[in-house]
Every structure is written in structure tokens, then in C-alpha cells.
């Protein structure tokens, strides 16, 4: 892993939140986007990794350097929940739209604003009446045709001024709004708008369709947020401690704890902080990892409730015996697990495969999740 300095204490103050490190990363997003600002070839970004590794950090701290007097900056978000409604991820984005057409004094035409308005209901001004039977048409109008109209409004609007567009979360999309931004990102080629979007490192359809088209077509590429060496760990904490140097048996301890991820990392250290101890699990720890465990198959948490029961590693064969699952099953959910780094694969000097959790606290979780009342062993 290449080597981050950390962030020095002039840096730290100026932001409203904590940011270390990731200098190869933000650099990469500044090379990107300065080289869209001057008009030379540029890519969007996914930018993914594991939850709490830092993704929105990094996108907030870019953020707060960007000139918003020089272009427009619209940002969306998606969820787990919402992931079954076509256009979500737009509903913000169009909202904003509506509300810069309106702040220019640039009128829509009515017909353009009623045929998104079925989609998007903010583009119908209160001088339209529409009928209930009006919506029921939205089968009969090709989707095409609406995606057309969104797609030249933003385009109009990037014509006069760059636009940045930033889409947290894009393992939640849903495939209508997935399909839009990607029609947007060949339309435009990152001539006028330049997206970035961030999303849970893992094989997520949404992210592995936009990933693989926008590198067939050079139009978006992606940076991978790793977690941080031990290191940079100790470095991270006494920053954030402002200074306060750790005993070598806590430093050991809070990279067992954290494995450098660094949500675990501030959660810890606010507790060391206020001399607590960081044995347990905070809610907020909780949230997250119970937001990991929900986008599993469930063959994959049988497995990964399975291994939580032994103290530090289980083999392929245990798992087989255990699980009940033929050994094609079996891979595809220890494949699975590996990918969302939950699982680590390791060899043995004997060529026998084991496999371990990433980081403590994951196992913790799960071990306590286990309902007494449950067999994991069915």
C-alpha cells in the first residue's frame, strides 16, 4: 500500500470535519477535474471501498475547495429503500434543475415541463392542472423521449455554466436512474459536467455496469479507497488525538480493533478520548456493519454467522461440513464474502486454505447477533 502522509494540523482546523491522509487519491480527483476545468480530456470517478473507509470524506473535502461561483455543484444520494423506484436518484437532482431554470428567470417550455413532471412532480408548477388520468399515460410515453427532455435541460444548463454532479451511494440505484446517468455521461463526455460517484466496494450490479462502460468508452474510471496500514493507523490516531502519543500495547490493539478502517478508527478514539474503554460496540458501529450484512445473500450469512462461532479461523472443509452447501455453493458465498471485505483467505505453509475476518469488531457483531434461539448449524 502506497504510503499517505498525514494531514498536518493547519489542514485539519480549516475543515469542519476531520480528514487525514489519502493524498494519492485526492490528487487523482484534483488531476481529473482540473483537467475538465481547462477543457483537456477528462474521466468522471467511482470512487469505492468498504463502508466507513471514507468515501464521503474525501468528496466533502474536495467539495469545500471547489469555486461554486464558477459552476454548479448538485448532489444526490441513494438508498437501500428506494432502490425498487424508477428515477430516484433523479428526484434531487431535477429538483435542483427546476429551481436554476427558475433562478435564471429562463422559462421551461410547458410541454417539456409537463412531460418530465411525470416523472419528476417538482417540474409541475401550480398553473398546471394535470389529471390523475394524465399519469396513467406514463406507460404509453416511451421512456426514451422523457430521458431525452432531462438529458437537454442539464445539458442547457452545463452550456452555460460547468456542472459537478456527486452521487453517494450507487450500489442502492435503481437500473432507470443507473441507465440515465450513463446515457449522460456519453452524451456530454465529461465536456461540461464532471460526475463523481462512490459506492460499497463488492460485486454490485450498478457498479460493476457503470465501471465497465466507462472504461470501454474512457469516459469515467476508479479509485478504490484501501484501508490504512498500521502506520498510518497510529499516525491517524495521533492526530486525531492532537498529539497525544499512544502506549505500544494500545496501538496494537486499536489496529486489532479498527484493521484501519477508519469510521472504527474515530469511534475508538473518541472513546480513548474520553477514557473509555473501546471493548464493545458503539450504535453507530452497529449501524454500519448491520448496513454491510444486509446486502449479503443469504448463503453468504449463513456462512459468515458460521465462521463468527470459531475463535479465530475455519477452513474450506469445516464450512463444508457445517453449512451443508455443495462446494459450488460454497465458493460463490466465500467469494462473496471476500469481495466485501469480510473475509480474508489465507494459505498455510501446508497448502491448507483457512479463512479469518478482516477485523475484530465484524466478528464481534455477528457473534453477538447470533440469537441463542437459532441453530446456525442447519
Same mark, same amino acid.
Request: glycine letters at 4%.
Given at each position: 500500500?502506497?504510503?499517505? /502522509?498525514?494531514?498536518?494540523?493547519?489542514?485539519?482546523?480549516?475543515?469542519?470535519?476531520?480528514?487525514?491522509?489519502?493524498?494519492?487519491?485526492?490528487?487523482?480527483?484534483?488531476?481529473?477535474?482540473?483537467?475538465?476545468?481547462?477543457?483537456?480530456?477528462?474521466?468522471?470517478?467511482?470512487?469505492?471501498?468498504?463502508?466507513?473507509?471514507?468515501?464521503?470524506?474525501?468528496?466533502?473535502?474536495?467539495?469545500?475547495?471547489?469555486?461554486?461561483?464558477?459552476?454548479?455543484?448538485?448532489? /444526490?444520494?441513494? !438508498?437501500?429503500?428506494?432502490?425498487?423506484?424508477?428515477?430516484?436518484?433523479?428526484?434531487?437532482?431535477?429538483?435542483?434543475?427546476?429551481?436554476?431554470?427558475?433562478?435564471?428567470?429562463?422559462?421551461?417550455?410547458?410541454?417539456?415541463?409537463?412531460?418530465?413532471?411525470?416523472?419528476?412532480?417538482?417540474?409541475?408548477?401550480?398553473?398546471?392542472?394535470?389529471?390523475?388520468?394524465?399519469?396513467?399515460?406514463?406507460?404509453?410515453?416511451?421512456?426514451?423521449?422523457?430521458?431525452?427532455?432531462?438529458?437537454? *435541460?442539464?445539458?442547457?444548463?452545463?452550456?452555460?455554466i460547468p456542472m459537478?454532479?456527486?452521487?453517494?451511494?450507487?450500489?442502492?440505484?435503481?437500473?432507470?436512474?443507473?441507465?440515465?446517468?450513463?446515457?449522460?455521461?456519453?452524451?456530454?463526455?465529461?465536456?461540461?459536467?464532471?460526475?463523481?460517484?462512490?459506492?460499497?466496494?463488492?460485486?454490485?450490479?450498478?457498479?460493476?455496469?457503470?465501471?465497465?462502460?466507462?472504461?470501454?468508452?474512457?469516459? *469515467?474510471?476508479?479509485?478504490?479507497?484501501?484501508?490504512?496500514?498500521?502506520?498510518? /493507523?497510529?499516525?491517524?490516531?495521533?492526530?486525531?488525538?492532537?498529539?497525544?502519543? *499512544?502506549?505500544?500495547?494500545?496501538?496494537?490493539?486499536?489496529?486489532?480493533? /479498527?484493521?484501519?478502517?477508519? !469510521?472504527?478508527?474515530?469511534?475508538?478514539?473518541?472513546?480513548?478520548?474520553?477514557?473509555?474503554?473501546?471493548?464493545?460496540?458503539?450504535?453507530?458501529?452497529?449501524?454500519?456493519?448491520?448496513?454491510?450484512?444486509?446486502?449479503?445473500?443469504?448463503?453468504?450469512?449463513?456462512?459468515?454467522?458460521?465462521?463468527?462461532?470459531?475463535?479465530?479461523?475455519?477452513?474450506?472443509?469445516?464450512?463444508?461440513?457445517?453449512?451443508?452447501?455443495?462446494?459450488?455453493?460454497?465458493?460463490?458465498?466465500?467469494?462473496?464474502?471476500?469481495?466485501?471485505?469480510?473475509?480474508?483467505?489465507?494459505?498455510?505453509?501446508?497448502?491448507?486454505?483457512?479463512?479469518?475476518?478482516?477485523?475484530?469488531?465484524?466478528?464481534?457483531?455477528?457473534y453477538e447477533s447470533?440469537?441463542?434461539?437459532?441453530?446456525?448449524?442447519?
Amino acid at each position: 500500500m502506497k504510503e499517505r /502522509t498525514a494531514a498536518k494540523k493547519t489542514e485539519v482546523e480549516k475543515l469542519d470535519y476531520f480528514f487525514f491522509g489519502r493524498d494519492q487519491e485526492y490528487n487523482e480527483l484534483r488531476m481529473e477535474f482540473n483537467a475538465f476545468r481547462t477543457g483537456r480530456k477528462a474521466q468522471s470517478l467511482l470512487i469505492t471501498g468498504e463502508a466507513g473507509i471514507g468515501k464521503t470524506a474525501l468528496v466533502n473535502r474536495f467539495i469545500q475547495e471547489v469555486d461554486e461561483s464558477k459552476c454548479l455543484v448538485l448532489r /444526490t444520494s441513494c !438508498f437501500q429503500a428506494e432502490e425498487g423506484f424508477y428515477y430516484k436518484a433523479w428526484d434531487e437532482l431535477m429538483n435542483a434543475v427546476s429551481k436554476y431554470y427558475d433562478h435564471i428567470g429562463e422559462s421551461i417550455p410547458s410541454a417539456i415541463r409537463k412531460m418530465i413532471g411525470y416523472l419528476f412532480p417538482s417540474f409541475i408548477s401550480d398553473e398546471f392542472e394535470v389529471q390523475e388520468y394524465e399519469f396513467e399515460k406514463l406507460d404509453i410515453i416511451k421512456n426514451h423521449v422523457v430521458e431525452r427532455a432531462v438529458l437537454d *435541460l442539464v445539458q442547457r444548463i452545463s452550456d452555460r455554466i460547468p456542472m459537478i454532479i456527486f452521487v453517494e451511494d450507487i450500489h442502492w440505484m435503481d437500473r432507470m436512474s443507473l441507465a440515465l446517468f450513463k446515457s449522460l455521461l456519453m452524451k456530454n463526455k465529461n465536456k461540461s459536467i464532471f460526475m463523481v460517484f462512490t459506492g460499497r466496494k463488492g460485486e454490485y450490479d450498478p457498479i460493476e455496469k457503470i465501471a465497465a462502460e466507462g472504461s470501454q468508452y474512457g469516459t *469515467l474510471r476508479r479509485i478504490c479507497l484501501e484501508r490504512f496500514s498500521f502506520d498510518e /493507523t497510529i499516525a491517524f490516531a495521533e492526530t486525531y488525538l492532537e498529539g497525544v502519543a *499512544l502506549k505500544e500495547g494500545v496501538k496494537s490493539q486499536v489496529f486489532k480493533e /479498527t484493521d484501519g478502517n477508519p !469510521f472504527f478508527m474515530v469511534e475508538i478514539l473518541n472513546h480513548i478520548r474520553a477514557n473509555r474503554s473501546f471493548q464493545g460496540l458503539t450504535p453507530k458501529m452497529q449501524d454500519v456493519l448491520k448496513s454491510r450484512m444486509n446486502l449479503l445473500s443469504d448463503s453468504a450469512k449463513k456462512i459468515i454467522n458460521i465462521v463468527s462461532v470459531f475463535f479465530d479461523k475455519v477452513t474450506f472443509d469445516n464450512l463444508s461440513e457445517i453449512s451443508g452447501l455443495v462446494d459450488y455453493d460454497l465458493t460463490e458465498a466465500i467469494e462473496e464474502l471476500i469481495n466485501n471485505d469480510m473475509l480474508n483467505e489465507v494459505v498455510t505453509d501446508s497448502g491448507m486454505i483457512e479463512y479469518r475476518f478482516t477485523h475484530q469488531k465484524l466478528r464481534d457483531f455477528i457473534y453477538e447477533s447470533l440469537s441463542l434461539s437459532k441453530d446456525v448449524f442447519e
